[in-house]
């Protein structure tokens, strides 16, 4: 790895060394107009400062003042030049000169710049220093690439950053924007990869870098998600997978394909949080009762937490931009970015180079120029690559997630209205049986014997389950929802719905009941 500074404003206070070298020349008499004409003059069309010339300049406005005693003046600022250093500079090259190879390109007259450099006592910490009368250093920095590595180019002038980054693809980009830069008041651009104001800032980026990074990819065992985590392996990154289970869903389709594709797969419960956000979800619903953006949202967060405490380098998803329109849009795939605080560390590799670049691409982590460009709703790209990676069975996109059902949705609608409080075990009794309400009690009976047996699993305290003794058929339960005391009535209709749907029992009129009563 290199990393290549440019000096002043980066490395070095030039606005205040510019000042104290001016003072020190002002107490031999020379007027402060003077000396800032002959400074400008110095520097001539190239924008060059010439020490030499301006010596001369001098010379010619205060012919009494001896070349010696000028040359005197500059050797006692440069005695000083260490204290122009930024007081973060000294404590970042010891660290780093150990860790990647550090170069200096700087503009200047190639003598006065290189003097300057090696008065501040950093130059051991750098394995070449080079001055250049180009602002932009193309040449320069052509000269050092000279191997596949990283390249990190230190700069405060964003012109020059942006015209760089445009010609060395590989070049990671770095805008450091002192307070008292020369370029300050410009805003940042997405052209170059980062900006920071100081080299903590930069000694933190660094730090992320790895040599075999680990991407927590978003895993529901669906062809998206499939094709994500196997682009990542195809590039040597350690792909590990995470999918979720709550009340709507279960970890089934992703364990299978996970074991296909050879990955380890995490399961997180995190039902009780997702029926909140199913309840209430912040930017609404699909076409059923599915928040998808809200719970996405959620899964990101979750992947946040897990990719902080195991130091994983960025989470990844199979999103396709545009493949769903309400939760895969540009707009929503940025709010999912920003509210699950993933911003620069979520990859989707299917759409990657249609969005903008992420901290795993800027740091080369990530090779960008071989993740995908999909979009749409068509899915004939993703089922060519299926065919390429010799993926032969895959579940279809529409599966999964109760949510998306219309008909559960609806009584999912309605226990939402009658019981804003409902908990886990409400929510499993309504993927069971056929469902009456009577106000605020709903009777629930079984379809078949399997179900049977479930519904008698969540009986709960205040519920009345209902049978027949003599009698194949359903069993029956009533739940109250409300402060209804007297249920005779719902009772008696329970039972006639118990035998309306048993068919040996159907018309019959010998039939005995039995009612438990649960307190």
Same mark, same amino acid.
């Given at each position: ?14 606005? #205040?060394?510019?000042? =104290?070298?001016? $003072? ?33 300049? *001098? ?42 190879? *550090? ?8 003598? %006065? ?31 050092? %690439? ?6 990190? !180019? ?8 942006? %015209?760089?980054?445009?010609? %060395? ?30 080299? /903590? ?41 995470? @999918?979720? @289970? ?17 990955? =380890? ?35 990101? $967060? ?45 990859? #989707? ?35 060519? *690559? ?23 949705? /609806? ?7 009658? !019981? ?10 309504? /993927? ?9 009690? $709903? ?16 009986? #709960? ?36 719905? @118990? ?14 009941? $039995? ?5």
């Amino acid at each position: 790895m290199k990393i290549i500074f440019d000096f002043d404003h980066c490395l070095f206070s030039t606005k #205040r060394f510019n000042l =104290f070298f001016e $003072k020190t020349f002002l107490k031999l008499g020379i007027k402060k107009e003077d000396f800032r004409e002959t400074f400008q003059k110095a520097k001539g069309k190239e924008k060059v400062y010439r020490f030499e010339k301006h010596l001369r300049l *001098l010379q010619e406005k205060y012919p009494f003042l001896p070349r010696e005693r000028l040359i005197q003046q500059k050797e006692k600022v440069f005695k000083k030049l260490s204290q122009f250093l930024y007081p973060d500079v000294k404590d970042f090259l010891k660290k780093w000169s150990k860790k990647a190879d *550090l170069f200096i390109i700087s503009f200047g007259d190639k003598k %006065f710049q290189r003097e300057k450099i090696e008065s501040c006592g950093i130059s051991h910490f750098f394995k070449e220093i080079i001055v250049t009368k180009s602002k932009v250093k193309s040449r320069e920095l052509k000269g050092l %690439f000279k191997k596949e590595e990283r390249i990190f !180019f230190i700069e405060d002038n964003l012109a020059a950053l942006i %015209f760089l980054k445009k010609k %060395f693809k590989k070049l990671i980009t770095v805008r450091l924007n002192r307070k008292e830069g020369k370029y300050k008041d410009l805003p940042d651009s997405e052209e170059i990869d980062f900006s920071i104001k100081n080299l /903590k800032e930069l000694d933190e980026i660094l730090e992320k870098i790895k040599e075999k990074p680990k991407a927590l990819v978003l895993f529901s065992g669906g062809l998206d998600s499939i094709l994500a985590a196997l682009f990542l392996k195809k590039q040597k990154i350690k792909v590990v997978g995470i @999918t979720f @289970t709550s009340y709507f869903f279960g970890p089934e389709k992703a364990k299978e394909a996970a074991k296909k594709i050879g990955i =380890f797969l995490k399961i997180v419960d995190f039902s009780k949080e997702h029926l909140k956000v199913v309840k209430k979800p912040k930017y609404g619903y699909g076409k059923s009762m599915n928040p998808c953006i809200d719970c996405h949202i959620l899964m990101l $967060k979750k992947a946040k937490e897990v990719m902080e405490k195991e130091n994983f380098d960025f989470v990844a998803t199979g999103e396709v931009l545009g493949e769903r329109p309400m939760s895969q849009n540009r707009e929503a795939l940025e709010i999912v970015e920003k509210e699950s605080s993933l911003k620069g560390y979520l990859l #989707r590799p299917l759409s990657a180079r249609l969005l903008p670049k992420t901290i795993p691409e800027k740091l080369l982590l990530v090779d960008r120029e071989k993740l995908l460009d999909i979009k749409g709703r068509s899915r004939k790209r993703q089922i060519e *690559l299926a065919k390429e990676f010799k993926i032969k069975e895959y579940p279809t996109p529409a599966g999964g997630c109760l949510l998306t059902d219309l008909e559960f949705g /609806k009584r999912l609608k309605k226990l939402f209205e009658i !019981f804003p409080g409902c908990q886990g075990n409400d929510i499993e009794l309504l /993927k069971l049986g056929r469902h009456f309400w009577e106000g605020k009690v $709903k009777i629930i009976v079984g379809r078949n014997e399997k179900e049977n047996e479930e519904i008698k699993k969540l009986i #709960r305290k205040g519920d009345i389950l209902i049978e027949m003794k003599n009698y194949p058929g359903p069993t029956t339960l009533i739940r109250n929802y409300g402060k209804r005391k007297n249920l005779n009535k719902i009772i008696e209709k329970a039972k006639k719905l @118990t035998q309306f749907y048993s068919r040996k029992s159907r018309g019959k009129k010998d039939i005995n009941f $039995k009612a438990l009563f649960f307190t």
